[in-house]
């Protein structure tokens, strides 16, 4: 239908459309209203599940300058918002839906923290001051969510307090410590200007032998009551105070190991050592840890410190866990949690026999969270399996020869027939 531009719309479509949209400013209104705020949604926004239950509110820091992180946040969805340096806000995911903010995490006992929380990304760095517009901002977007959801201020956590790592070759248990993400949002003094008047104490899970603790000074740092923020480590009076990792201090010295400096990028394929001689090698082409020598310079990619790469998602036995249990979790029979084993056969968690996972070897490569869309064939192209999500990072083509591409990665016209299809719900 055309419209006549002179003439505008009649009379009844204007009144019903009118009292609609007053209606919608009055839902959208309280809101988020007193803040400088933006959406520019992440693609995955449409398609993430509502939250049951919202309990946690976590605090990023982007580790990294504006433009970057958001392209990567919105790329990934791995944030509800964005708080620039400015103060601007930026919406990426819905709050009601789920954005994976929190990776690994526990708090209390329960694991999954992404699907009970709202994640912000503060713009900045987890141990260096926010500026005081991001104060102003951060202050009236938590007044606004902790009143919608009734989240009291202990529930309010930097994101290194709830994440933990899986064991490995430093820390033989599964330990808190794998990111010092939004540290400094601990302090006394900041939460204090936030309108938070209460934080955790102490580490349940560490109190209850769930998790050891693998970086004393974060420990220190998150639940000694202090006067002030965080001061760097070297100001510290703890005995043995443990090396910020990657930004400048990134040569290994004794008391500083790759794990110190990399946390769990150390043998990623994009962290690279540059020994004192001068040559190089991946951290996936390294075999002998202890025999890096002082001096060796690593460089861990971009802002890998705090987002995942797609390289990530796809997880692997011997790499990220030691059993399927490790990686997948409650989740390990699902559907949803796909094995790729070594010889070729791909199954369903479901499809697992006891045996099955009895046998599971070393590098085996597993999804988890993840639809199987089914296979590309003449008549069957990547959108009409998957839809726009057929160009994401997050959507996985799993060629015959066995290589397995992320979306973003892949050549349309250049799918091979056989290729499984697989991504986000
Ligand atoms: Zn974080």
């Not at 690994?104 to 987890?126: A, F, L, P």
């Amino acid at each position: 239908m055309l419209r006549n531009r002179a003439g505008g719309p009649p009379a009844c479509f204007s009144r019903s459309r009118l009292l609609f949209f007053f209606l919608l400013l009055l839902l959208v209104l309280p809101a988020e209203a007193g803040l400088k705020i933006r959406s520019d949604y992440s693609p995955h926004n449409r398609t993430r599940e509502r939250r049951r239950s919202t309990t946690y509110i976590i605090l990023h820091t982007t580790e990294g300058g504006a433009k970057g992180s958001l392209t990567k946040l919105k790329k990934y969805g791995e944030a509800h918002y964005l708080v620039d340096r400015n103060g601007e806000v930026v919406r990426i995911i819905h709050r009601d839906r789920i954005a994976m903010h929190a990776g690994r995490s526990m708090w209390n006992g329960q694991t999954n923290i992404d699907k009970v929380s709202i994640g912000i990304e503060m713009v900045g760095y987890h141990n260096k001051p926010l500026t005081k517009s991001q104060k102003t901002a951060l202050r009236e977007l938590l007044r606004q969510l902790q009143t919608i959801y009734k989240i009291p201020d202990s529930r309010v956590l930097p994101h290194s307090m709830v994440a933990y790592g899986r064991p490995n070759r430093w820390h033989r248990v599964a330990h808190r410590g794998r990111k010092r993400c939004g540290m400094l949002m601990a302090g006394d003094e900041l939460r204090r200007e936030l309108g938070l008047t209460s934080r955790p104490s102490y580490d349940p899970d560490v109190r209850a032998g769930r998790l050891k603790v693998a970086d004393p000074y974060l420990e220190k740092v998150l639940f000694t009551p202090k006067r002030s923020t965080p001061a760097p480590p070297r100001r510290t009076t703890s005995p043995r105070p443990t090396p910020a990792p990657a930004t400048g201090r990134n040569v290994i010295a004794r008391g500083r190991s790759a794990w110190d400096i990399a946390r769990e990028q150390y043998n990623a394929s994009t962290t690279v050592y540059t020994f004192p001689d001068g040559t190089t090698k991946r951290g996936d082409q390294i075999r002998s840890w202890s025999r890096i020598p002082a001096g060796t310079q690593v460089s861990v990619k971009g802002n890998t410190v705090e987002q995942q790469s797609s390289a990530e998602r796809v997880q692997v036995i011997g790499r990220d866990g030691s059993t399927a249990g490790e990686i997948a979790g409650a989740e390990v029979a699902k559907e949803s949690t796909i094995y790729f084993f070594p010889n070729g056969s791909v199954k369903q968690g479901n499809q697992m026999s006891s045996d099955d996972f009895r046998r599971l070897a070393r590098g085996t490569q597993m999804l988890v969270g993840y639809t199987y869309g089914g296979v590309i064939s003449a008549n069957r192209k990547a959108f009409d399996i998957c839809g726009p999500r057929w160009n994401l990072a997050t959507t996985f083509y799993r060629r015959p020869n066995g290589q397995i591409l992320a979306g973003d990665k892949i050549n349309e016209r250049n799918i091979p027939i056989g290729t499984m299809v697989f991504y986000q719900p």
